[in-house]
């Protein structure tokens, strides 16, 4: 966890304390009911955080299934609709949306792909994609997936001499990268209800350096030899 991230988290739970410690002793009475019916009203508020974090990142398929995820749940919450009824309609809504973003239309569910590339930048949307990458410079890219799975071979590349970074955001998906032996790996994902797992044994490579981080929602990330 950054520091900045630290802090915050610190503030917040010392804050918490502070008004459960006046509830105590009367000061602010029947203070962690009202903690408890905001907290069940506006919990998909965590969506439209992430979603818009994503958005901000240029992350546009998974941030926009998140912002409008969290607006569906806060509608059914706040003005008692059915979520079950209106989620067909929204995941619809959002993927149309995403097509905006989308550089290439994809037919099939399955995908099978070798690239030598030496940035890569996928989508992956309600369908299945392995992807294989051998270049001699890679550099690295940024990876979307929503709904879907992705295993991304790397083992086969050398990394640029000045590093290599991914950005990988995984909403309601799987996702299994396989790094290569030859270089220094570092791995860090923020995760709300899933998995961010490196699966990677010590190494005595000291450059180049494969640095991946991300987010995951609803999903699981695993990083592998």
């Not at 905001?38 to 926009?64: D, H, N």
Request: some cysteine; charged content about 25%.
């Amino acid at each position: 966890m950054k520091k900045e991230s630290r802090f915050l988290l610190g503030v917040f739970i010392i804050l918490v304390g502070i008004l459960l410690l006046l509830e105590q002793t009367l000061v602010i009475p029947n203070f962690s009911s009202m903690i408890f019916t905001i907290l069940t009203k506006f919990w998909p508020l965590l969506f439209l955080f992430f979603g818009s974090k994503l958005l901000i990142q240029k992350s546009y398929t998974p941030g926009i299934i998140l912002f409008i995820l969290g607006v569906a749940l806060l509608s059914s919450n706040l003005f008692n609709w059915n979520f079950f009824a209106i989620l067909w309609p929204v995941i619809i809504i959002a993927i149309g949306m995403s097509m905006f973003f989308r550089k290439e239309e994809v037919s099939e569910r399955k995908r099978n792909e070798s690239s030598r590339e030496k940035s890569i930048s996928e989508t992956v949307i309600f369908w299945e994609l392995k992807k294989k990458v051998d270049t001699k410079d890679f550099k690295g890219g940024e990876v979307n997936v929503a709904f879907g799975d992705l295993q991304l071979d790397l083992r086969d590349v050398e990394v640029a001499k000045d590093g290599a970074k991914i950005h990988l955001n995984c909403a309601f998906g799987d996702v299994d990268v396989f790094v290569p032996k030859n270089c220094r790996v570092k791995t860090s994902g923020s995760v709300v209800v899933g998995e961010w797992k490196p699966e990677i044994k010590e190494r005595d490579v000291s450059k180049p350096v494969i640095e991946i981080t991300g987010s995951v929602l609803f999903g699981s990330v695993k990083v592998r030899d």
